[in-house]
């Protein structure tokens, strides 16, 4: 499956941005998705993972409440939908694809765990 991310920019802080992952190539509903970023000098860290069904979603401590991933296996794409925007949040982000044919709640959180890779697209939040 190829992976397209879009929908960076640059924001305030206290805004709000709406990243895009279309897929292609590949049965997307069999797929978990996940969302990672990385900030210059730093390695890359997940974000949030959302199950092959869509109905289970898992976010790292410093985004939950802020951020909700989501994915429409009708139009094979997930999103990942950013409030409240810190310069913290400022990175490049990622979204991560990994096959799952038996589970539809199950979620992944480490990059090892995923296959495939969008090109990644900046986010950055002025303060």
């Known amino acids: 499956v190829q992976l397209q991310a879009s929908g960076g920019g640059l924001v305030q802080a206290g805004g709000s941005l709406r990243l895009s992952c279309a897929a292609s190539g590949g049965t997307f509903a069999t797929y978990a998705m996940g969302w990672f970023r990385q900030a210059p000098g730093k390695d890359r860290e997940f974000v949030a993972a959302i199950g092959r069904s869509g109905g289970s979603t898992y976010y790292v401590a410093s985004v939950k409440g802020r951020f909700t991933v989501s994915k429409d296996n009708a139009k094979n794409t997930a999103y990942l939908q950013m409030n409240s925007l810190i310069p913290e949040d400022t990175a490049v982000y990622y979204c991560?694809?990994?096959?799952?044919?038996?589970?539809?709640?199950?979620?992944?959180?480490?990059?090892?765990?995923?296959?495939?890779w969008g090109q990644g697209t900046q986010v950055t939040v002025s303060s």
């Open positions: 991560a694809a990994v096959q799952n044919r038996f589970s539809g709640s199950r979620y992944y959180t480490r990059t090892a765990e995923y296959d495939y």
